[in-house]
């Protein structure tokens, strides 16, 4: 049996990670997050994580396991790493994904390498998710339940990590994890899942950008792909490629979001087929064993959380381009693109560069 760190965030999924362990046989240890900000105020909300009231929910857990429960403060480097480049990102007209930045560099790195300096042989968490040891390899594969498939934020996990994580619960349903802590009389059986974006709880993540980059609320032109001036808007972090709602434009036809230009603090707006991409390029790549031995790979692409996976060719080198086989409605700088060769994780990156009918166009109205 096994020393094993468990990343008890106070929520069903990672309580009954926890609890699987324990009747497997494994000496197990709770460690729960407090990543709130000092500013963000703890109203014991149930959706919300990380806070105080998350951090009481896992000690009732652990309790009830009979296992040791400890609480790390990580809130400092929560609010450099995650907090504030969520903010700036949005203010430059990006789309991040804050649970891949975590991931990253709070939960597969300090968390892991803490609980390994304490003796811990694995770190568990409560994601859908699955690897399967291969030789002197760890791959990682997508979750058996495909509603809850959470792979597509993992991506980054290497062979750093991958041989000292598990993930007791990516064998199973939402269903079976609910079976699982009523059967076992857990106190958060009934608790809903927490929102995406765990220091978001109340309000809108708008919030959050005024706090750390005001600027990105600043107003600004909206123009059509014509150049012509249509409206202002209310700061590019309100905008996202695709949206269509809360742009304020009355038109004779639907409208969407589908470029942004930081340097001119403008919003393009146009017809869906403008913003749909035939390729994309991704940077800050990393693969989960190693790099394709060829230049250019066929792969199955998400690019967003819960999106489809769908085929496409990368040409690989230190930034990857991914060619669509059918271009793909509003992908936008700052989300991920994760890749895939059936149920393995291959690697992923950052959107850096879009090529689409509306891209080329701005581009060409931007030179002139």
């Given amino acids: ?107 597969f790195s300090l968390l892991l390498d803490r609980a390994r300096s304490l003796g811990m042989e694995f770190l568990a968490t409560g994601h859908y998710a699955r690897t399967r040891r291969d030789g002197d390899v760890v791959r990682l594969l997508r979750a058996a339940d495909p509603r809850k498939d959470q792979s597509y934020v993992l991506y980054g996990l290497t062979q750093r990590e991958l041989p000292h994580v598990r993930f007791p619960v990516g064998e199973l349903t939402k269903d079976q994890v609910r079976g699982v802590a009523r059967a076992l009389g857990l106190p958060v059986a009934g608790k809903p899942d927490s929102q995406e974006i765990c220091f978001v709880p109340r309000g809108h993540y708008t919030d959050v950008v005024a706090r750390y980059a005001p600027d990105g609320l600043r107003p600004g032109p909206v123009y059509d792909l014509r150049g012509r001036r249509l409206g202002t808007h209310a700061g590019l972090a309100r905008y996202t490629l695709g949206q269509r709602r809360g742009l304020g434009l009355a038109a004779g036809q639907p409208l969407y979001v589908v470029a942004v230009d930081p340097q001119r603090n403008a919003v393009f707006v146009g017809t869906a087929e403008a913003a749909r991409a035939s390729e994309v390029v991704v940077e800050e790549v990393t693969w989960t064993t190693q790099p394709p031995e060829q230049p250019r790979v066929r792969a199955e692409v998400r690019v967003r959380h819960g999106g489809p996976l769908v085929p496409a060719w990368l040409e690989v080198g230190e930034r990857v381009r991914v060619r669509f086989n ?41 030179a002139v």
């Avoid at 919300?48 to 403060?73: F, S």
């Fill in 1 to 107: 049996m096994a020393r094993v760190a468990v990343a008890m965030s106070g929520g069903v999924d990672s309580s009954v990670a926890a609890a699987l362990l324990v009747q497997q046989g494994h000496e197990v240890v709770g460690f729960t997050l407090h990543l709130w900000p000092p500013w963000l105020p703890d109203d014991h909300n149930p959706r919300a994580c990380c806070g105080v009231g998350a951090v009481e929910d896992a000690r009732a857990v652990a309790q009830d396991l009979g296992i040791r429960h400890y609480v790390l403060n990580f809130r400092e480097v929560f609010e450099k790493a995650v907090i504030r480049p969520f903010a700036e990102g949005y203010a430059s007209g990006r789309t991040p994904n804050p649970c891949v930045a975590c991931n990253r560099h709070v939960k």
């Fill in 326 to 366: 059918v271009p793909q409605w509003a992908p936008g700088p700052g989300q991920v693109a994760c890749f895939y060769r059936g149920e393995e994780v291959l690697g992923g990156g950052i959107v850096a560069e879009v090529r689409s009918p509306a891209a080329e166009r701005v581009a060409e109205l931007v």
